[in-house]
Each structure stands twice: as structure tokens, then as C-alpha cells.
């Protein structure tokens, strides 16, 4: 459960990132109030997960996914720039998030 947990965060830390997005996009107290939702959830969600995993090894891939899924996201979205060098980065942090869960 501590790993749904986990994934759940990684989500949530995403949607805030993409909420400070839209809050520079569009200044409204509704992009205000979904960012803190985001990342209130991602937090609770996180500290859920810490009961049972190792702190290290929680924050870690809780900020891989949030790292990597942030900038996939602003490929996919926001048309941002991707070359291979940028999705082969993208790709360690994933595999290394990946490796942490298998050794853990």
C-alpha cells in the first residue's frame, strides 16, 4: 500500500507542477486554490508512504516521478523542446526511480 501511496504522491506532485503553469498563465484564485490541492495531496500522500518505506529511498522517487513527469508533461502540453538528449535524462531518472523500487 505504501508504494500506491507513493505513486499516488508522484501523481499529485505533478498536477501541482503543472498548476504553477497555469497559475502564470492565467492568475486566478481557481489555479491558486488547484495548486494547493496538488501539492497539499502529493505531501499527505507522501507522508502516508513514509510510514512504511525508508525516507530516502520515498523522497527519491517521489521526486523522479514528479521531475520526469513534470518535464514529459511540458513536451506532451506545452510543446516544449524534445530532443534525445533531453528524453535519454528523462529516461535515467525513470530508470533509476525504477531500480530504487526494485532494491528497496
Not at 26 to 33: C, E, F, I, L, T
Not at 72 to 85: A, N, R
Request: with cysteine; aromatic share 12%.
Amino acid at each position: 500500500m505504501a508504494w500506491v501511496s507513493l505513486v499516488i504522491a508522484g501523481l499529485f506532485e505533478m498536477f501541482g507542477v503543472l498548476m504553477i503553469n497555469k497559475l502564470h498563465r492565467d492568475r486566478s484564485w481557481q489555479s491558486a486554490v488547484l495548486l494547493c490541492i496538488g501539492f497539499g495531496a502529493s505531501f499527505l500522500f507522501l507522508a502516508q508512504a513514509m510510514k512504511t518505506l525508508p525516507m530516502g529511498t520515498a523522497y527519491a522517487i517521489w521526486t523522479g516521478i514528479g521531475a520526469s513527469g513534470g518535464a514529459i508533461l511540458g513536451i506532451v502540453l506545452y510543446s516544449e523542446p524534445k530532443d534525445f538528449k533531453r528524453i535519454a535524462f528523462i529516461a535515467m531518472v525513470l530508470g533509476a526511480t525504477i531500480g530504487l523500487k526494485l532494491v528497496s
